[in-house]
């Protein structure tokens, strides 16, 4: 049998607490602004995922591009100086075992993820985890605001062309996010929808193939 080829979403699938890193970053900055508001950790989930434009229009409606621009480059100069990133990150229970399985028995493990490809690199090498992955696949979906992109063509097109002419005896795509099925169905996949703590009540359009709580789960597959 062919090898099989297992893409994986990162935040929120292979990695715990940015989320929580992102809601304390977004409110460091709006009480530097002297907002006058401070977000949930719900409101920063419900945000997860979008372009850092995104997420400072919707902290301050009545800013300008400029204003939300000078947001985003204090909430890099916030991470670079406190590490707030690690200070919470840690990989999802179980990831480092799983993907190490695979990759100790012939198959490929590839990380697609929104964030630009160095920064995935980043990402994945601060949990432990980047040995076992063969390829990173960086999108840079959060340098646009999310209503001038398509996201899940957007994967699509990633994961189609990242194929091309390889061919594996089956692939999985493994995600938190609806776009993640989308896109695997797209091109054949199997799908799993990653249940974390977040997103475990959202109603989905477009069902998996499977639903996991525990990334052991993915192991049947080989």
């Given at each position: 049998m062919k090898p099989a080829l297992f893409v994986w979403d990162f935040?929120?699938?292979?990695?715990?607490?940015?989320?929580?890193?992102?809601?304390?970053?977004?409110?460091?900055?709006a009480a530097e602004r002297n907002l006058q508001r401070q977000i949930s950790l719900e409101q920063t989930v419900q945000w997860y995922g979008l372009s850092w434009i995104d997420y400072f229009r919707y902290l301050d409606p009545r800013g300008t591009l400029e204003t939300w621009n000078a947001m985003k480059q204090r909430a890099f100069e916030i991470q670079e100086h406190d590490h707030v990133i690690e200070r919470y990150?840690?990989?999802?229970?179980?990831?480092?075992?799983?993907?190490?399985?695979?990759?100790?028995?012939?198959?490929?493990?590839?990380?697609?993820?929104?964030?630009?490809?160095?920064?995935?690199?980043?990402?994945?090498?601060?949990?432990?985890?980047?040995?076992y992955i063969k390829d990173f696949i960086g999108l840079d979906a959060h340098s646009e605001p999310r209503e001038h992109t398509d996201i899940m063509r957007?994967?699509?097109?990633?994961?189609?062309?990242?194929?091309?002419?390889?061919?594996?005896?089956?692939?999985?795509?493994?995600?938190?996010?609806?776009?993640?099925?989308?896109?695997?169905?797209?091109?054949?996949?199997?799908?799993y929808y990653y249940c974390n703590q977040f997103n475990k009540h959202h109603a989905l359009k477009v069902q998996p193939d499977h639903f996991c709580s525990d990334l052991r789960d993915i192991l049947k597959e080989i």
């Amino acid at each position: 049998m062919k090898p099989a080829l297992f893409v994986w979403d990162f935040h929120g699938t292979l990695e715990q607490g940015n989320v929580q890193a992102l809601h304390e970053i977004l409110n460091h900055v709006a009480a530097e602004r002297n907002l006058q508001r401070q977000i949930s950790l719900e409101q920063t989930v419900q945000w997860y995922g979008l372009s850092w434009i995104d997420y400072f229009r919707y902290l301050d409606p009545r800013g300008t591009l400029e204003t939300w621009n000078a947001m985003k480059q204090r909430a890099f100069e916030i991470q670079e100086h406190d590490h707030v990133i690690e200070r919470y990150i840690k990989p999802t229970a179980y990831a480092e075992e799983v993907l190490r399985t695979i990759a100790e028995r012939g198959h490929t493990n590839i990380i697609m993820s929104n964030t630009r490809n160095d920064q995935i690199r980043w990402f994945a090498r601060m949990v432990g985890l980047d040995s076992y992955i063969k390829d990173f696949i960086g999108l840079d979906a959060h340098s646009e605001p999310r209503e001038h992109t398509d996201i899940m063509r957007v994967k699509e097109h990633a994961l189609r062309a990242y194929i091309g002419g390889r061919h594996y005896g089956k692939i999985i795509k493994i995600g938190d996010r609806e776009s993640d099925i989308e896109a695997g169905k797209a091109v054949g996949a199997a799908t799993y929808y990653y249940c974390n703590q977040f997103n475990k009540h959202h109603a989905l359009k477009v069902q998996p193939d499977h639903f996991c709580s525990d990334l052991r789960d993915i192991l049947k597959e080989i």
